[in-house]
Every structure is written in C-alpha cells, then in structure tokens.
C-alpha cells in the first residue's frame, strides 16, 4: 500500500523576468490564460487528483496570489445585491477549503530545489505533489491524476515526460528511459539541462513530480547544478539507487507559459475550447491570421 497523496507544492517565487514589464508589479502566476490566472491551472490539476493541502512557495510581491486563494468579501456582497449568482458561484468553486493553504517565501533565489526545500516543514514527513505553475495542460484526465495511476502501482518517486525534438534538451531535465511502458517506465538517470550530446534521451522532465520526503534531506546539503543553482533534479538522481523512479509519458498538450510563445499559445488553445467565446474567437482569429497573411 502506498501512503495517499494528499499534500502539493507550488513554487511560485519566480521572478518572471521574461514578461517584464507585465511582471514588475504582478506575480507572473497572476497572467491570464482566457480569465483564469496560470496558477489555477495547476492548483485545480491537483484538486481534480484529490489533493487536500496546497503549499505555495512565494517571495517579495507574491502576496496577492494569496489573496486570490482568499475570499473577497466586499466583491461578493456587490455581487450578490447586483444578482450575479453565476460569477458569485465560480468565485466560490474556486476558494479552497479553509486551513487547507500554507504559504511560505524563498527569501533567495537560489534554484528550483531549494524553493522546494523551503517547504519542507510544511509537507512533513509524507508524500507529495510538485506542480510547476509555468506548465499548463490539456487533456482528458489531469496530469497529475494520470501519475496516481503509476504511483499506486509503483510506489516510489513518480515523474511526467514527454518527449521533445533532441535540439530542445538542453533546456530541461532530461531522463533516461529502462524498462516498462508508456503509463510507468523505470527511470535510469536524470540529468539538469544536458548538452544535446549528454542526453540519456530526449524524454524531458514536465513539472509534474510525485516525491518522497527523503528528498528534503538531499536538498539540505545539496551542490549547485546547472545555471549555479540548486537544482531539484540533482537532488532526484542522488535517490536514485535507494528509491524507484518512474517516468510517466502522459496523454495531453503541454504550454510553457513560462515563455511568451508558450503563454500565448495556451490562450488561443483555451479560449477555442470555451463554449461561450469559441465561436466568435475562431472567426477573429481567423480573420487576423488572414490580414498577417497579406
Ligand atoms: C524546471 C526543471 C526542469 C524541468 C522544467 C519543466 O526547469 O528544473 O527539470 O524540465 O522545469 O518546465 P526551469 O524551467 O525552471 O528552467
């Protein structure tokens, strides 16, 4: 029997220095994709997964994803006299349980390892989800939820993958592939942002992570890895050989909103999915695409 998950991380303490100056005053987090913060992708992956606990990582001027997380009373009392019940109703589906947030700050920016480091106390000492915010998925079933499937028949550490063309993996963590199929491989080695070259494959890391608390201890004394920073997959590949790690190579479209292309990508993704703008959004689109054309 595995113990059940019911604790996600959330490093949010990003700088954001891609999308300045959209990112001098507001988290990067906050950007929207259609009318949701990029965030709230994530944290209702992890709801959809039945995760209970919400841990966000943040730093200095983070502070209003905390108030997104929060409730507004002023807004929903305007709401209510002004008989808005439906935009009353999401904001209310969205609100997290009370005493089911934690929040604390990387006080520096030491990498993405020690951010996870950071919340530690927080998570204890059992199993947890890692969502990295940047990513945002479509597909069927939610990511993470894809990955309880392979951890509930493995056990162990659990990542997702996919794959990438061999040119693009130096800007990721890298694992090498062993035995077992698509929906749970062994994983061999993990590597942070490898030369094309030093690849094991060109199954990338996708910022979906089940872990093991043992990995705390591994980041306490953890060395600086790639871009001189504490890196989580340093951290990973220093377990390998005590615990499992399998690969999960998940069904779904991934966008980086972490760079501009990826971000804008996901709007357009998103907003012809959505039942109220779909139509009128394609017959825009359609009409820019032709005019850029020209
Ligand atoms: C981080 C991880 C990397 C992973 C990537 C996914 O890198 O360190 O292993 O593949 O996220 O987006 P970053 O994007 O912070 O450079």
């Not at 113990?3 to 990003?14: I, T």
């Not at 997702?160 to 491989?185: I, L, N, Q």
């Not at 990826?262 to 009128?280: H, K, Y």
């Amino acid at each position: 029997m595995t113990a059940k998950l019911r604790v996600a991380v959330f490093p949010v303490a990003g700088l954001g220095t891609r999308f300045l100056p959209a990112t001098k005053a507001m988290p990067k987090e906050m950007l929207t994709v259609v009318d949701r913060p990029v965030i709230q992708y994530a944290v209702d992956e992890a709801k959809q997964a039945g995760i209970e606990h919400f841990v966000f990582v943040t730093g200095r001027n983070k502070s209003v994803i905390e108030d997104h997380f929060d409730r507004q009373f002023e807004l929903e009392h305007t709401l209510e006299q002004r008989g808005k019940t439906e935009a009353l109703q999401l904001l209310q589906a969205d609100l997290p349980q009370p005493g089911k947030t934690s929040f604390t700050r990387q006080q520096e920016p030491l990498g993405l390892g020690h951010a996870v480091w950071c919340a530690r106390e927080l998570v204890g000492d059992e199993p947890f989800a890692l969502l990295l915010p940047d990513m945002i998925f479509k597909s069927e079933q939610g990511v993470l939820a894809q990955m309880i499937a392979a951890y509930e028949q493995h056990g162990g550490n659990v990542l997702a993958v996919e794959e990438v063309a061999p040119e693009d993996v130096s800007s990721y963590g890298v694992v090498g592939r062993g035995e077992g199929p698509d929906e749970g491989f062994e994983i061999t080695q993990m590597v942070e942002k490898p030369k094309q070259a030093d690849a094991p494959s060109n199954l990338i890391i996708s910022g979906r992570y089940i872990l093991q608390p043992e990995v705390f201890e591994l980041l306490e004394n953890q060395a600086k890895g790639a871009g001189n920073e504490i890196q989580i997959t340093d951290a990973m590949q220093g377990l390998l050989g005590k615990q499992r790690f399998t690969g999960v190579k998940y069904k779904g479209t991934a966008f980086d909103c972490g760079s501009k292309v990826g971000f804008l990508s996901a709007n357009v993704a998103f907003a012809l999915e959505r039942q109220d703008i779909a139509v009128e959004f394609l017959h825009e689109l359609n009409q820019i695409i032709r005019a850029a054309k020209r």
